[in-house]
T-cell receptor, first 116, second 113 residues
């Protein structure tokens, strides 16, 4: 079946503009994660959604970052007033949220964001 | 403040030999550890995991060892194959937050034919 998809694959924007990154998780997966990977760094946790529960936003680096998950499926990560330090690969992952593999994360290919 | 560290950015191994990738962590609350493999232009894929109640977990050519007292884990690949060439990420999760995973910066493995 289809895996996690993300769009766009690449995004170049100017400093100060807003950007939206989209994630389509695997159908039926109740958990969804956003991470970012800056150059030479590991994956940095940003936010976690599980079903209808309140999201875990503890990893969002500033109030310029927000995320939504509509209808328990598609998620959008929004970065307002982008800064050059926001340049990174943004990765989305989903997991079943139940069963033996409840926590196993399936990653999308990522969106490479470049802020000029 | 990185709680999971992979101090070797790259590793080169001859085909057929053993590859050993290392990972250190600082948080004693971590109780579940995973390894992911990442090819260029793709997202990471799950490889193998280990719970803190074990010190070894094996799956085919892949074995993960956990040394809790040293806060160290390693991934052994035997025998290494050219198709294993990828970036390997170590990740950990704490018992105080099952949803939050901490990743290392990755080790790029090159298996030479």
């Amino acid at each position: 079946g289809a895996g996690v998809s993300q769009s766009p694959s690449n995004k170049v924007t100017e400093k100060g503009k807003d950007v939206e990154l989209r994630c389509d998780p695997i159908s039926g997966h109740t958990a969804l994660y956003w991470y970012r990977q800056s150059l030479g760094q590991g994956l940095e946790f940003l936010i976690y959604f599980q079903g209808n529960s309140a999201p875990d936003k503890s990893g969002l680096p500033s109030d310029r970052f927000s995320a939504e998950r509509t209808g328990g499926s598609v998620s959008t990560l929004t970065i307002q007033r982008t800064q050059q330090e926001d340049s990174a690969v943004y990765l989305c992952a989903s997991s079943p949220g139940q069963g033996v593999s409840y926590n196993e994360q399936f990653f999308g290919p990522g969106t490479r964001l470049t802020v000029l | 403040d990185q709680q999971v560290k992979q101090n070797s950015p790259s590793l080169s191994v001859q085909e057929g030999r053993i590859s050993i990738l290392n990972c250190d962590y600082t948080n004693s609350m971590f109780d579940y550890f995973l390894w992911y493999k990442k090819y260029p232009a793709e997202g990471p894929t799950f490889l193998i995991s280990i719970s803190s109640i074990k010190d070894k977990n094996e799956d085919g050519r892949f074995t993960v060892f956990l040394n809790k007292s040293a806060k160290h884990l390693s991934l052994h690949i035997v025998p290494s194959q050219p198709g294993d060439s990828a970036v390997y990420f170590c990740a950990a999760r704490g018992r105080n937050n099952f949803n939050k995973f901490y990743f290392g910066s990755g080790t790029k493995l090159n298996v030479k034919p």
